[in-house]
Structures are given as C-alpha cells and as structure tokens.
C-alpha cells in the first residue's frame, strides 16, 4: 500500500514494538552528523499510515523518530569485497533500504573472505566488485 511517504515498512520487534520507516527523501547528506533531522510531517504520516492497518498503533506513543540516510551505489548493486591496494580491507556497503533483508547473507559472505574460507561454486561476487568502482 502507498501513502504520501514512499512505500512504507513495517517491521514487528519480538519485543512487541514495532519499527516502521519510509522510503528515503532526495536531501544531500549533510558534512556532519549533528546536521541531519529527522523529517516531522513524514514520520506522522508515517505513523497514520501504520495506525490504519494496525489499530494498536493510534494508541501507541512513538519512541522515536530518526532520520536515516540509506547507503546507496549509482548502479543500484552493493559493493562487497576487497578493496585493492590496501592489505586487510574490506567493505561491504551500498544495500540501501535491501540492508535489512540482504545485510545477514553479506556478512556471510564477508565472514567467508577475511577468513579466507571456501564460498559456493555458485555464489558470483563479480557483480558487487569494489573496484567497479574506480
């Protein structure tokens, strides 16, 4: 279902919360962290969206309400890898708002390479090569 604020998530927590976010505005990440606010007039539209499809939501106070910026790489795959020419390094980044979903199976993966552990035949990281990226 679509509202005003992008197509909403809604995640329940087992500690009977719930974690609800938006899909992200087009704001410049800013140069410092104590620069970034959460947007008020999305986060309650945010929450009328979720108090219409979970009638435990309009009684319910909100324990926070954050701005997120979502790591996001201009081809829309993630990079995950070695990062050439320097010993050690690694990164796995660029997942946007599919960290969630994609983020346990990527550290996995990079468990497997700074291990130096044999991965599937059938696992194929060409596609989320750091240095497509140069």
């Known amino acids: 279902v679509k509202n005003q604020s992008g197509d909403p998530e809604v995640y329940p927590r087992p500690d009977g919360t719930i974690y609800v976010c938006g899909c ?21 539209k945010l929450r009328d969206f979720s108090a219409s499809v979970i ?4 009684d319910s106070p909100a324990i926070v309400s954050q701005a997120c910026y ?16 320097f010993n050690g390094a690694y990164i796995a980044t660029g997942h946007s708002f599919w960290g969630i979903l994609n ?15 044999t991965m599937s035949q059938d696992l194929k990281l060409e ?7 140069k």
């Open 70 to 85: 979502l790591p996001s790489i201009s081809d829309g795959s993630p990079i995950i890898g070695r990062i050439a020419g």
């Open 55 to 58: 009638s435990s939501v309009s």
């Open 103 to 117: 983020g346990p199976i990527t550290g996995k993966v990079m468990a497997h390479l700074i291990m130096g552990l």
């Open 24 to 44: 992200a505005d087009s704001v410049d990440l800013p140069d410092s962290a104590d620069q970034i606010f959460p947007n008020l007039d999305s986060c309650l």
């Open 127 to 133: 596609k989320f090569d750091p240095a497509r990226h």
